[in-house]
């Protein structure tokens, strides 16, 4: 039986190895491949909120920052990079499955145009499609300021030995990733009335037209800046996050209320998006479903995530209104 037992490890180990050696060759293959005028992969660049930022809060007085533990505990060399996550996120993946490194945060002070040339995160944690959503974390980019700060790369990279054909032909081909809008719920309207104006002025239907009709003005310009492959996450079911668990679950159960509006706002974002797509025929509108991939991790935590009630991992701090986790 004991034999048995390691035979099962040292097979276990084995696929583990010859897993590495396929990784490692492809990487070696990709950089040999580079040696041999391979084109490099497309640049990336990704603007929205905590769930893409890479540190850019990092760099402003924002009170919601991630460069402490326990973020980035699975992270290479375990650095908490001001990313909202134990590990990597989304866009690093992306990067990873294209080949490329991941980009630097747009407020990185060490960057090099080389580096830009390769893509910018612009996402900033509290940020949202409306101006003031998030105010209650002091400084972060907004959704807007993304894309002047976008203008503004575009500007460096027409200005180096790209040029303006280079660099229109980099931004034509370029990924562009887009999560936004979560905290123009969580962390503007659904906050208390004393805290946002918004809800006294706005119906729940017309409040999520007005950040459809904005976001979709904000594509628009995106779009006359060059970009072509856009992808836009539409909001996961924000009724499951530590915040609103804290607020109104009594059980730990997702907050039904709370899913059903990101699930209305949903429908409108994916109609938006198919109609900018008739509109603008020649670029690609990407809707990804993170609501669906999310809720049926929550739901079935087999499918290879985990779901843990998050009052066991954390301690969430609802009076300040802060999403911050700390150590228990
Ligand atoms: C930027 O580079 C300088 C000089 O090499 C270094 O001292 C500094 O720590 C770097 N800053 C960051 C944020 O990495
Ligand atoms: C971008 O351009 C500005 C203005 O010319 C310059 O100050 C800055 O260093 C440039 N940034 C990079 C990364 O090249
Ligand atoms: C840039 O593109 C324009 C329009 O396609 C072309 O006329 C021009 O010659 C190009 N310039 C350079 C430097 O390649
Ligand atoms: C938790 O409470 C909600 C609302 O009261 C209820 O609908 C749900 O079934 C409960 N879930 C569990 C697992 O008890």
């Known amino acids: 039986m004991k034999n048995f037992d390691k035979r099962i490890e040292l097979?276990?180990?084995?696929?583990?190895?010859?897993?590495m050696s396929v990784v490692m060759t492809a990487k070696w293959m990709g950089a040999a491949g580079v040696a041999t005028q391979r084109k490099p992969p497309?640049?990336?660049?990704?603007?929205g909120d905590s769930l893409v930022d890479y540190g850019n809060n990092n760099y402003l007085k924002s009170l919601t920052k991630a460069n402490y533990k326990p973020y980035g505990i699975d992270f290479p060399g375990h650095i908490a990079t001001g990313r909202y996550c134990n590990g990597r996120l989304?866009?690093?993946?992306?990067?990873?499955?294209?080949?490329a490194e991941s980009v630097s945060p747009y407020l990185y002070p060490n960057a090099t145009l080389q580096d830009w040339e390769r893509g910018v995160?612009?996402?900033?944690?509290?940020?949202?499609i409306l101006l003031d959503t998030g105010y209650l974390f002091n400084e972060r980019l907004?959704?807007?300021?993304?894309?002047?700060?976008f203008l503004t790369v575009r500007q460096n990279l027409t200005s180096g030995r790209?040029?303006?054909?280079?660099?229109?032909?980099l931004v034509s081909k370029a990924l562009f990733l887009i999560n936004v809008g979560s905290n123009d719920y969580i962390n503007n309207y659904m906050l208390p009335p004393s805290l946002s104006p918004r809800i006294k002025k706005y119906g729940l239907v017309e409040y999520q037209n007005l950040l459809i009709g904005t976001f979709r003005h904000d594509l628009q310009a995106l779009y006359d800046a060059g970009a072509r492959k856009i992808v836009v996450s539409n909001l996961g079911p924000i009724g499951c996050i530590p915040q609103q668990l804290a607020l109104w679950s009594r059980n730990g159960s997702c907050?039904?209320?709370?899913?059903?509006?990101?699930?209305?706002?949903?429908?409108?974002?994916?109609n938006m998006l198919q109609g900018l797509r008739k509109q603008l025929p020649d670029a690609h509108?990407?809707?990804?479903?993170?609501?669906?991939?999310?809720?049926?991790?929550?739901?079935?935590p087999g499918l290879g995530g985990l779901w843990l009630p998050p009052v066991m991992t954390t301690r969430v701090e609802t009076a300040d209104a802060s999403l911050q986790c700390r150590l228990l």
């Open 11 to 19: 097979a276990r180990s084995l696929r583990l190895w010859t897993l």
């Open 162 to 169: 790209l040029g303006v054909n280079g660099t229109n032909d």
């Open 255 to 270: 907050v039904t209320h709370t899913n059903r509006i990101a699930f209305s706002y949903n429908a409108g974002l994916k």
């Open 142 to 149: 907004v959704f807007q300021k993304q894309l002047s700060a």
């Open 42 to 47: 497309p640049a990336m660049f990704v603007f």
């Open 121 to 128: 995160n612009f996402a900033s944690a509290g940020a949202g």
């Open 90 to 99: 989304v866009p690093d993946f992306i990067s990873e499955f294209m080949g």
């Open 285 to 300: 509108f990407l809707y990804m479903d993170v609501y669906h991939v999310v809720m049926d991790h929550i739901k079935s």
